[in-house]
Structures are given as C-alpha cells and as structure tokens.
C-alpha cells in the first residue's frame, strides 16, 4: 500500500487507501469526478513538497498526474518586430525544476530564480512560488483548470488567477480563512490544475535580483549574466541551506520517472558536497528511508520547506516590534496597507535557534541549516512535526503577540 510518508518530500504521513496515477487528460478529469460525485475525500498530489498528512489511514483517493509533457507552440515561429516572447506549455505531472532546467538550457528567462524548488508545475501555481526575487505569477499567461464545481474545463487568464504572495485563486478555494480548511475542496483546491502556459523571454541571460545570488556570483545587484550561471548559484546557495529536497527520494519505486532521470544524477552528485551525517539512532530510521539511505542522505532536507509563512499585519502590530526586526511594505488580505514580518527573525528572536527539538531525543528538529525549516530526522511521526510546530508558533506568539501560519497544507490534523 502507498503511504503519504514515501509520497512527500517530509517523509510522513500514514496509508492511503486509493493510489492512482492517470496518464491521460480524460482520465484525471474521470478519477476527480468520481471522488466528488461519491463525496469521496480527494487529493490531488504533486511532488508532495508542500503537505503534511496525518499518521492514520487516508480513507480516500490520492491522485498524482502522470503527465510531464514540455511543448514549445512557438518554436518554429520566425521572431518578428524584436518581440523574443517564447510560450512554454507544461502538463500539470512535469516536475518543476525539469521545467526549469528545460528553459534555462533554451536561454529562455523568467523562472530561472526559481530553480531547485521541488514539486510539480500544477503546484507551482497554487500557492504563486517564489524565490530570490521572482515569483512564478510573473511568467505565467494562464492555466488550464478542471473547476470541481462548474463540472468544466476552464482556462485561467494571469489575471483571473489572482495571485497575491503564497497565493492564488486555487489557493483561496481550500481556505474559508486562513488556515482554516473549505472541507468542500480540501487538501485540494476547487480548481485542478491540467497545464500552464508560461510565457518567458528568449535573453540567454537573467537579472541577479536577490543579495545572497550576488554575493555568491560576486556580482552587483541588477547585473546581467548568462541564465546558466544563475540558475547554478540559485541551486548552490539552496544546497548550502538545505532548501533542496532529498533527491535520493526518487530511488524509491513509487517515485521512479516523477524526474528526469539526468536530473536526479545531477541533483545526487550535487547532493553529495553539502550532505551532513544524519543524527537518527539506527533503529527509528522510517522503513521507507532504509531503502535509501546511503552516503548521499541528508536529513535537514527531509521538510516541507518553509513550514510558517512571512506573516503581513497591521502597521500597529509592526510598530510594536524591535526596531531591528525586517519589515517589508505588504498589502493586508483585505486590500488596506499591511506589514510583512520575517518569520524566520521572529522564530529565532523567540529562542528557537537552528537544530531547535522539544526534547533531546525527539525525532523532528529544526534544520541545522535554515531557520524556517522543520525536519524529520528519521523515524518522526506528523504528531512529532506538529508539536515542534506548536512549540515555534506559540512562543513566537508569547513573544511578539504575532500568531504563525503555516504554509504546508495539513491533511487530517492540525496544530494543538
Ligand atoms: C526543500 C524545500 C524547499 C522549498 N522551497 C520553496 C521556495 O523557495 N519557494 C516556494 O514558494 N516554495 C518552496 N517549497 C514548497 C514547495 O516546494 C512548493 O509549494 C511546491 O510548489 C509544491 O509542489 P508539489 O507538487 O510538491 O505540491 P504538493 O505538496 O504535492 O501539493 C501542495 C498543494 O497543491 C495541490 N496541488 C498539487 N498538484 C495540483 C494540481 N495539479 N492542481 C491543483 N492543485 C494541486 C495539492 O492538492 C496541495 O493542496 C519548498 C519545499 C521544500 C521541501
């Protein structure tokens, strides 16, 4: 039987009881009709990078598109009047940084900054993914969606889909508020993502737009340098973080061809440089892990990310934190002028440092390399990931009276 825990990136999460993997456009559409007719719980996974399922059984259908299809509509058209805009179209199965890697090879410019983001391109536009200044809303022209409710296919122009920070329309249809599930749709949203259009710039090189990247290119801010070189200083300075996932996850069957085989060669051999010794006792490793475990494993790569989102709050609550704490100009859900806090700084100002864990021996821990980062150091159970996540979000609210939300989508449980 599949479970959630050899599906997701965090490596926990219990049985599923329906599995599928459809490989035709029809059949998606069929398999997500069947489970809404029946009121059967639906969930529509990707590369599983960004959910943290409960430990008990899934009574429900768990669907993962196996289509990866890149296609080019313009490739043979001549370039006219200078315009060097290039339409890419991704199925909703293709695996993100295969997308990327594809368009950076072609010298096409947009979403290279987003390179090494795990996951899948239906997701991508979920929750508007963004990285080291750049976000994909920006290359997107539009999305081809099954609506669960309307019971049609629709094609979503840019502006349609609504895109905030970590945010879309999809993303809104799973909330009432937010972190608060819509149980009609969830963990999926109402709007199941079929393919994007990207429409992206044939440069042959990006703009480094984030400090970090220049540093790391000994370039300055704004410069222009060729994509490869960008998107290979976006994937090192992720390495150094550990804000890759683990890609010796795709050794395991159920994961075999999610990625293209060339780019899990490189992604191991690139792993092998940053990988730290993992600290789990033998005997708690997961089973699954066991069969993957090996001199690449690396364990602060075993999350979900960013698990708690840059909060956006009023001007009056930012103005009652440390002068020295970031805050960012942000427009609050309801349209008014709102604050970005870092969740990062609020995590660590809060006493909960790199390597953070409730007990001694507890098995999810923070990441020894990012702040943001709640890891399974193997063997930890989705109970062990949220009481660590409780901890962090109630002490930051003790501290600086800011509740955290989560990012993941959390599936059957919640935090206490
Ligand atoms: C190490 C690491 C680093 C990360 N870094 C970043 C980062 O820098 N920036 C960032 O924004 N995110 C980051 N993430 C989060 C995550 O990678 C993204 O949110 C990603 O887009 C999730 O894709 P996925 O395919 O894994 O989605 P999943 O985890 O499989 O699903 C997430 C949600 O999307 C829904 N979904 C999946 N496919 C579809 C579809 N076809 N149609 C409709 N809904 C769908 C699911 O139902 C679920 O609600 C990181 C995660 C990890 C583990």
Redesign the pocket.
């Known amino acids: 039987m599949t479970t959630f825990a050899e599906l997701?990136?965090?490596g926990v999460g219990g049985n599923i009881d329906h599995f599928m993997e459809p490989t035709t456009r029809a059949s998606i559409i069929e398999e997500i009709e069947h489970a809404d007719a029946h009121g059967i719980p639906v969930?529509?996974?990707?590369?599983?990078?960004?959910?943290l399922a409960a430990d008990g059984d899934f009574h429900g259908i768990v669907v993962r598109?196996a289509r990866r299809l890149i296609t080019v509509p313009d490739e043979a058209d001549p370039v006219e009047d200078g315009d060097n805009t290039v339409h890419v179209t991704a199925e909703?199965?293709c695996n993100?940084d295969d997308l990327v890697a594809f368009c950076v090879e072609r010298g096409l410019e947009g979403i290279e900054g987003?390179s090494?983001?795990?996951?899948?391109v239906?997701?991508?536009v979920?929750?508007?993914?963004?990285?080291y200044g750049q976000e994909v809303a920006t290359s997107v022209e539009s999305v081809e969606?099954w609506d669960r409710e309307d019971r049609r296919t629709k094609t979503l122009s840019n502006v349609e889909m609504q895109f905030g920070y970590?945010s879309s329309l999809?993303k809104t249809s799973?909330y009432k508020a937010p972190g608060v599930p819509n149980e009609e749709y969830y963990?999926?949203?109402r709007?199941?993502?079929?393919s994007v259009t990207f429409a992206l710039t044939h440069t042959k090189t990006g703009t480094v737009n984030y400090p970090q990247l220049a540093a790391a290119l000994h370039a300055n801010l704004r410069d222009r340098i060729p994509i490869g070189r960008l998107r290979d200083a976006v994937l090192d300075v992720?390495a150094s973080k550990?804000?890759?996932?683990d890609a010796t996850r795709y050794r395991l069957p159920v994961m075999a061809d999610e990625k293209r085989p060339e780019q899990v060669e490189r992604a191991i051999r690139a792993q092998q440089r940053f990988v730290t010794h993992h600290d789990a006792p033998a005997d708690v490793v997961n089973e699954h892990m066991e069969a993957t475990v090996g001199e690449n494993e690396d364990y602060d790569?075993h999350?979900?990310?960013?698990f708690f989102m840059n909060p956006i709050v009023s001007e009056q609550i930012a103005n009652t934190l440390p002068d020295d704490s970031p805050k960012y100009p942000a427009t609050l859900p309801d349209g008014s002028t709102g604050v970005k806090l870092s969740a990062a700084w609020l995590i660590d100002h809060a006493g909960f440092h790199k390597g953070y864990r409730v007990r001694e021996d507890a098995p999810a821990a923070l990441s020894s390399r990012h702040t943001l980062?709640l890891t399974n150091r193997g063997g930890a159970t989705c109970a062990d990931i949220l009481e660590l996540a409780s901890a962090i979000r109630d002490g930051v609210r003790r501290q600086f009276n800011v509740t955290l939300v989560p990012?993941?989508?959390i599936i059957n449980a919640q935090l206490s």
């Open positions: 997701t990136t965090i969930c529509v996974i990707g590369g599983g990078s960004n959910l598109d909703a199965g993100w987003l090494g983001i795990p996951g899948n239906g997701a991508s979920v929750q508007n993914i963004g990285a969606v970590r999809l799973m963990p999926s949203p709007y199941i993502v079929l992720r550990a804000m890759l996932e790569r999350s979900c990310g960013s980062a990012e993941p989508v």
